[in-house]
T-cell receptor, first 117, second 113 residues
Framework: GAVVSQHPSRVICKSGTSVKIECRSL??????MFWYRQFPKKSLMLMAT?????????EQGVEKDKFLINHASLTLSTLTVTSAHPEDSSFYIC?????????????FGPGTRLTVL | AQSVTQLDSQVPVFEEAPVELRCNYS??????LFWYVQYPNQGLQLLLK??????LVKGINGFEAEFNKSQTSFHLRKPSVHISDTAEYFC???????????FGKGTKLTVNP
């Protein structure tokens, strides 16, 4: 149980294009989803927290107009990197919890490697 | 703000040797503590967690950790490591009342034959 998937696992795009990454909870309803960014050999940086049906809460320093997050249903959240540039190249990981007491635990997706040329 | 310190960025050990990966967190009234493992180009897998109760927590793959409130530590241990344990290990904490995970910088464990 508690499986989170991400799609795509790897994407290469040209500078200036937009890329959408999907995060799905496969066997539970995710009341809250989180998006992280991980630079090479670095820790995870929380970008934003999203709750189903409401606007995402972005961490300080994260451009909300560049990283659009939509949490349209209890099983799906999307991160769109708009007008991507090479500096946006990174490993993006989502996680989800189910809002219960045990929902303190976050279940992580396998990550998406974005390369912007 | 809550912070997590992993004192060792890299830990090389030989196969079948014991290992301890250190983690300290900034003090708070209540915290929930986690250890995650990340293999190359993959997401995070939960090794173990401390929410309440017994301070000695056993996890998957033979790992265990001990919550020490007085020393604000949550060190990860394994009595005998395998080559397959080579990975990046992250300690993380959730402060009571929050839902945000705060990660340490990670420890790269390399198990050599």
């Amino acid at each position: 149980g508690a499986v989170v998937s991400q799609h795509p696992s790897r994407v290469i795009c040209k500078s200036g294009t937009s890329v959408k990454i999907e995060c799905r909870s496969l066997d539970f309803q995710a009341t809250t989803m989180f998006w992280y960014r991980q630079f090479p050999k670095k820790s995870l940086m929380l970008m934003a927290t999203s709750n189903e049906g409401s606007k995402a809460t972005y961490e300080q320093g994260v451009e909300k107009d560049k990283f659009l997050i939509n949490h349209a249903s209890l099983t799906l959240s999307t991160l769109t990197v708009t007008s991507a540039h090479p500096e946006d190249s990174s490993f993006y990981i989502c996680s989800a919890n189910d809002g219960t007491r045990a929902g303190i635990e976050q279940f992580f997706g396998p990550g998406t490697r974005l390369t912007v040329l | 703000a809550q912070s997590v310190t992993q004192l060792d960025s890299q830990v090389p050990v030989f196969e079948e040797a014991p290992v301890e990966l250190r983690c300290n967190y900034s003090s708070s009234v209540s915290v929930y503590l986690f250890w995650y493992v990340q293999y190359p180009n993959q997401g995070l897998q939960l090794l173990l967690k401390y929410l309440s109760g017994s301070t000695l927590v056993k996890g998957i793959n033979g790992f265990e950790a001990e919550f020490n409130k007085s020393q604000t530590s949550f060190h990860l241990r394994k009595p005998s490591v395998h080559i397959s344990d080579t990975a990046e290990y992250f300690c993380a904490v959730i402060k009571g009342g929050s839902e945000k995970l705060v990660f340490g910088k990670g420890t790269k464990l390399t198990v050599n034959p």
